[in-house]
């Protein structure tokens, strides 16, 4: 929680929330805090997308990375390319970010 309060500044925790999103007790509080550190967050949000291949791990980054909005604007060429080679759901999940992200209605 302490990294969520402290925000952008906290960047360099990001890899290490992005891997506790995996641990039932600390995912709410991971994904808060991800978000809450924003743009700082997205390179490991991306690099997550890059090293796994896990549906739920994707879709769930994903989320988080549509819940940044704007400032995710640097994972726009991954989430292209899922939005168009992606499983369904994953598919579906990345185009649905992308549209927030370039906020789109």
Same mark, same amino acid.
């Given at each position: $929680?302490?990294?969520?309060? +402290?925000?952008?500044?906290?960047?360099?925790? !990001?890899?290490?929330?992005?891997?506790? =999103?995996? @641990?039932? *007790?600390? /995912?709410?509080?991971?994904?808060? !805090?991800?978000?809450? $550190?924003?743009?700082?967050?997205?390179? &490991?949000?991306?690099?997550?997308?890059?090293?796994?291949?896990?549906? /739920?791990?994707?879709?769930?980054?994903?989320? +988080?990375?549509?819940? +940044?909005?704007?400032?995710?604007?640097?994972? @726009?060429? +991954?989430?292209?390319? =899922?939005?168009?080679? %992606?499983? %369904? %759901?994953? *598919?579906? &999940? !990345?185009?649905?970010?992308?549209?927030?992200?370039?906020?789109?209605?």
């Amino acid at each position: $929680m302490a990294l969520g309060d +402290i925000g952008p500044d906290a960047w360099a925790g !990001a890899p290490k929330l992005v891997a506790s =999103l995996k @641990i039932k *007790r600390l /995912h709410d509080v991971s994904v808060s !805090a991800l978000v809450k $550190m924003g743009k700082t967050a997205v390179p &490991a949000l991306v690099t997550a997308l890059e090293q796994t291949k896990d549906y /739920h791990e994707r879709v769930e980054v994903i989320l +988080i990375l549509e819940k +940044i909005g704007p400032d995710a604007s640097d994972s @726009i060429p +991954i989430l292209t390319t =899922l939005s168009k080679e %992606g499983l %369904g %759901g994953t *598919r579906k &999940a !990345a185009s649905t970010a992308l549209d927030k992200i370039q906020d789109k209605k």
